[in-house]
């Protein structure tokens, strides 16, 4: 069975404190991980698409890299406007097949 | 430009009751999807439509039914309402499948 765990559960950072987000997984085959975010009270919105190992992306203060077990969302320099919640989702085999792990709370304070 | 738009945002409903949950989407996607967002469980996929006139079941399908108007529309339509589905109701859409998603702003549904 896929498998996705996200951590930390929640992050609270202060605003230009650099971190790391994490994304582990356990799949058969993977297609693709994304990222999205999502704001209270709003559906997740998309980020990046990772495809293989070694790949990265990003996106102005963000970068996401994968491995062949795990993905990174690094947060560089963040600001207020950055917390939300991160979710990522696996995409394997099957056509509908996109696992999601239950997201980090992260949160930038002044 | 709307993209998914979900409705109703806010439903409270008593046990046994029904209700249908409305999704339209205006990028032209092919597949469409429900998911349900419950605290602690992540996003769990309920039904999904990978083209017009075709749908399957995801993970948690009990209780749900669901129809595909059309290529913008697919409702998720709750016949007898239980206490176990109070939770947030996404729908999304996508052109291929390993495309990204597009999520509605959801839907809070309690059921007392």
């Known amino acids: 069975e896929d498998q996705v765990t996200q951590s930390p559960e929640a992050l609270r950072l202060q605003e230009g404190e650099s971190s790391s987000l994490n994304c582990s997984y356990t799949v058969s085959g993977l297609r693709g991980l994304f990222w999205y975010r999502q704001d209270p009270g709003k559906g997740p919105e998309f980020l990046f698409t990772l495809y293989s190992a070694g790949e990265e992306k990003e996106k102005e203060r963000l970068k996401a890299t994968l491995t062949k077990k795990e993905s990174f969302l690094h947060i560089t320099a963040p600001k207020p406007e950055d917390s939300a919640t991160y979710l990522c989702?696996?995409?394997?085999?099957?056509?509908?097949?996109?696992?999601f792990g239950t997201g980090t709370r992260l949160q930038v304070t002044l | 430009n709307a993209g998914v738009t979900q409705t109703p945002k806010f439903q409270v409903l008593k046990t046994g009751q029904s209700m249908t949950l409305q999704c339209a989407q205006d990028m032209n996607h092919n597949s469409m999807y429900w998911y349900r967002q419950d605290p602690g469980m992540g996003l769990r996929l309920i039904y999904y439509s990978a083209s017009e006139g075709t749908t399957d079941k995801g993970e948690v399908p009990n209780g749900y039914n669901v129809s595909r108007l059309n290529k913008r529309e697919f409702s998720l339509r709750l016949e007898s309402a239980a206490p176990s589905q109070t939770s947030v109701y996404f729908c999304?859409?996508?052109?291929?499948?390993?495309?990204?998603?597009?999520f509605g702003s959801g839907t809070q549904l309690s059921v007392l």
């Open positions: 989702a696996v995409h394997t085999g099957t056509a509908s097949k996109l696992t």
């Open positions: 999304a859409s996508r052109q291929g499948t390993n495309e990204k998603l597009f």
